[in-house]
């Protein structure tokens, strides 16, 4: 099921002047069908991982087993990065058990977790014209 943000979250219609791409998310890996998975797409490095205080990032919450696809549409032409909290028990936040993350995670390009998120530059990816597709698969610390 694909579900378009513009839907999801007030604010972040497409303008019509604009030029626009669609980015379209595979997310695997989920270990249980509870809860919600927060999707947040910024092109600001400042506001990487947590864009929620970012203006212009494309934010959204989709239900564990509706999060397969998701499809955010209208977002400029430039370099994004996505990071996704399985938030299993619906808080709307990631849960800490002291350092290490208690529910799951995920960045677009999938690159390798030390200690912390990755940096911005890690989970870049360009947008053009064309339809922008990127599979993200969910990691789970404990």
Known sequence: M?????????????DATSTASTLDLSIYGLRSMK?????????????????SKDPKSHRAKVAAPDAGNISF???EQGTYAVALIHD?????????????PKE???FSRNP????GPPRFKAAAFAIGA?????????????
């Open 2 to 14: 694909a579900i378009g943000v513009a839907a999801l979250v007030p604010g972040t219609a497409l």
């Open 35 to 51: 809860g919600n998975v927060l999707v947040c797409v910024t092109a600001n490095p400042k506001f990487f991982p947590d864009c």
């Open 73 to 75: 549409k209208g977002l």
């Open 88 to 100: 299993e028990n619906a808080n709307s936040k990631m849960d800490m058990a002291i350092f290490l």
């Open 104 to 106: 799951g995670f995920g």
């Open 112 to 115: 390798v977790i030390v200690a």
């Open 130 to 142: 064309d339809e922008v597709n990127q599979r993200v698969k969910m990691k789970y610390m404990l």
